[in-house]
């Protein structure tokens, strides 16, 4: 069964910075696609950055230029770098994996890590 474990999540005022990692096991880290999504309370489900088995990223328009997303095959384990975080960032963010971007939010999911962005 596949396991992907969150970590990195927390408190932090508004501009601070977080980094987050998702370590994932028993899978075949490097053929897979790796997305973080996030939930805020009353509030939809948000894709924020996706990478491929490739590299190649992507992001949702609110972490453009802000966040950034990366992994390291050798440690299977994908991370989201998050800089001048608003309030608004504030939700629970999951780490996903699938072999395709396309099957994404059918593929497998972490527990998430809960981030809060407070003064």
């Known amino acids: 069964q596949v396991q992907l474990v969150e970590s990195g999540g927390g408190l932090v005022q508004p501009g601070g910075s977080l980094r987050l990692a998702c370590a994932a096991s028993?899978?075949?880290?490097?053929?897979?696609?790796m997305a973080w999504y996030r939930q805020a309370p009353g509030k939809q489900r948000e894709l924020v950055a996706v990478?491929?088995?490739?590299?190649?990223?992507n992001y949702a328009d609110s972490a453009k230029g802000r966040f950034t997303i990366s992994r390291d095959n050798a440690k299977n384990t994908v991370y989201l770098q998050m800089n001048s975080l608003k309030p608004e960032d504030t939700a629970v963010y999951y780490c996903?994996?699938?072999?395709?971007?396309?099957?994404?939010?059918?593929?497998?999911w972490g527990q998430g890590t809960q981030v809060t962005v407070s003064s």
């Open positions: 990478i491929t088995s490739g590299g190649s990223t």
């Open positions: 028993r899978m075949i880290f490097s053929i897979y696609a």
């Open positions: 996903t994996a699938a072999r395709t971007i396309a099957t994404m939010e059918s593929g497998y």
